[in-house]
């Protein structure tokens, strides 16, 4: 089991940055590419970035390229996405996973999952 567990949400005005972390536990860190994906109200839980193992392959959704940057510490068991020029679009649950193996943009492929934390961006 990969016990995974969010911080660093909260409320924010447009245009505001916000940086949530991603503690992991229980096996091997580094057996697992790491993912954050985000859930909106009334919407289908959508993938935002994803890191392999070792952090050389990274991608993002289109929506937030550039404005968002999914990093990872694997002395600390942490994976972080920092997140700028934040948009009333971005209110959501962030959640963090873990993927054994390679990173990927499918949510039913990921293995753990935490319990998110919210962001709420303001107008």
């Known amino acids: 089991q990969v016990q995974l567990v969010e911080s660093g949400g909260g409320l924010v005005q447009a245009g505001g940055s916000l940086r949530l972390s991603c503690s992991a536990s229980?096996?091997?860190?580094?057996?697992?590419?790491m993912g954050w994906f985000r859930q909106a109200p009334g919407k289908e839980r959508e993938f935002v970035a994803t890191?392999?193992?070792?952090?050389?392959?990274?991608s993002y959704e289109d929506s937030v390229k550039g404005r968002f940057t999914i990093s990872r510490d694997n002395a600390k068991n942490t994976v972080y996405l920092q997140m700028t020029s934040l948009k009333p679009e971005d209110t959501a649950v962030y959640f963090c996973?873990?993927?054994?193996?390679?990173?990927?943009?499918?949510?039913?492929?990921?293995?753990?999952w935490g319990h998110g934390t919210q962001v709420t961006v303001s107008s």
């Open positions: 890191i392999s193992r070792f952090g050389n392959n990274i």
């Open positions: 229980g096996r091997t860190f580094t057996n697992y590419a």
């Open positions: 996973a873990a993927r054994y193996s390679g990173p990927a943009h499918f949510s039913d492929t990921f293995d753990y």
